[in-house]
């Protein structure tokens, strides 16, 4: 059974049964023979049923934006933008995906030859429950783009979220390209292993993903893995203050915290430190939270209580082992499962907030006594998702972003997705990308062509 509790009040809101065999059994057959029909077809029908899905969240977005606020309590100025995000990255494959997949001329001893992007079948997208709409559009667009059908298993959380996503393509007149699973783990290994299914997305922990590359690797199938990440952000001693300040309270904020890419180790050097902390504590201390319905709540609650307990207890034993706690850091009583925005300070490397991925509001301020220190420390973690660099000097930033070890690195700005950039991890960040001309090659039949006969020379 999903259930679905509201993080704002801690009641039940609604609850949906698994599906049995019979059902999963009837969508594995159409999403199979969607596929069939759906390979088929042109980039230009392909890009009209996107546009169509676009436009249909656009028409609605109110209504979604409030499943997400409901089930897993984004603020409603965050979830209104998270419906358009997701609708542009519908609308940027539609427009670009035919570009992406044009056939690449190789010159060889053939008379002609040349590379094409093919389909290959049904992709299994495992999503969890922090950005519903945005991470559900960023594994099926590109994969509907280049022939291929989707099936969906949501995280339980966001039940109705799920069932809003599927009938969408339902309205657009195309109900088998993307259904969705109400699944338990026993279940997903099983759709993971049927032959019908040609491939994987899941973005999650790195438990998670161990588990389901393992199970992909033993199929012989294709996966990408967007998971964990301690992401660190660089401040030199030469940056913006007041910018890095600005944009790193609200990457570290941004849906409550609860984000793979969000600044989690902010790491300064010594001779900013004490000034930068002082601007960005003013700037954390001004932020609102509250019920996420209400447009003025800029932070809304942590998803569940259990996220919210684990949270505590990360922030709790860092400040027993040291931690200068500046603003937060107390468990609030009363009804939701709201934490407060927190500053922790004086943190070092072997804390827990430092060496844990934390999944909330929580600002973690790190010293470096220089820029080689501050890269080192940044390196110094099993993840590898994402990183910023803060510096007057764009030149040397650049040259110390290839040292990052992190597949994306923002400068002077804030870490966020595209759809016209990749995106994506190493170490036990994950593999593969999504997004961008590269997450639209991910799930496709790179197919050599060779025309003869043979040329000499």
């Known amino acids: 059974m999903f259930i679905a509790t509201n993080p704002t009040t801690g009641e039940e809101i609604h609850r949906y049964p698994l599906d049995d065999a019979e059902t999963l059994e009837a969508r594995l057959q159409e999403a199979a023979a969607g596929f069939i029909r759906w390979r088929k077809t042109s980039f230009e029908e392909r890009a009209a049923l996107l546009k169509r899905v676009a436009q249909l969240m656009r028409d609605d977005q109110e209504r979604l934006a409030r499943l997400m606020t409901l089930e897993m309590g984004k603020p409603i100025v965050e979830a209104r933008g998270e419906v358009q995000k997701a609708a542009w990255c519908a609308e940027h494959y539609a427009e670009q995906g035919a570009g992406y997949l044009a056939p690449l001329e190789l010159a060889s001893d ?19 429950w922090n950005a519903p709409f945005w991470l559900a559009f960023r594994f099926c667009a590109p994969a509907i783009m ?67 590359a393992a199970l992909a690797a033993r199929q ?18 030469d940056a913006d203050l007041d910018k890095a300040a600005e944009v790193l309270a609200l990457s570290r904020i941004i849906n409550a915290g609860q984000s793979c890419i969000a600044a989690k180790r902010i790491i300064v050097e010594e001779s900013v430190y004490q ?19 209400e447009e003025s709540t800029q932070v809304g609650p942590i998803a569940r209580d259990d996220l919210r307990q684990a949270l505590h207890r990360q922030v709790s034993n860092s400040i027993q082992q040291g931690a200068r706690c500046l603003l937060g850091g107390e468990l609030p009583t009363g009804p939701g499962y709201f934490y407060p925005v927190t500053l922790l300070t004086q943190v070092t490397p072997a804390m827990q907030v430092s060496c844990e991925e934390t999944f ?17 420390m940044a390196n110094d973690t099993p993840y590898g998702l994402a990183a910023s660099i803060w510096s007057a000097d764009v030149a040397s930033a650049e040259a110390m972003a290839r040292d990052i070890e992190a597949g994306q690195v923002s400068i ?46």
């Open 360 to 376: 909330g509001p929580i600002a973690v301020v790190m010293s470096a006594s220089s820029a080689a220190q501050a890269l080192a």
């Open 412 to 457: 002077n700005g804030i870490v966020k997705t595209d759809p016209r950039l990749p995106s994506g991890g190493i170490k036990g960040s994950g593999y593969g990308r999504e997004l961008g001309p590269q997450g639209i090659l991910e799930f496709v039949n790179v197919q050599q062509v060779w025309i003869g006969p043979a040329q000499a020379g």
């Open 275 to 293: 000034p930068f902390v002082e601007r960005l504590q003013a700037r954390l201390a001004d932020l609102k939270m509250g019920d996420p319905a």
């Open 220 to 237: 012989i199938k294709p996966s990408v893995l967007e998971l964990g990440g301690s992401d660190p952000s660089l401040v030199l001693a």
């Open 110 to 128: 053939a008379k002609h030859s040349y590379v094409q992007y093919l389909p290959l079948g049904t992709v299994l997208g495992i999503l969890p």
């Open 146 to 212: 280049a022939g291929n059908s989707c099936l969906m298993k949501h995280d339980p959380h966001v039940p109705a979220c799920a069932e809003a996503i599927a009938e969408l393509f339902t309205q657009a007149g195309a109900p088998w390209l993307l259904q969705n699973l109400r699944l338990d783990k026993e279940q997903t290994a099983t759709v993971i292993q049927d032959d019908r299914v040609r491939a994987v997305s899941l973005t999650g922990s790195s438990g998670a993903g161990s588990q389901v």
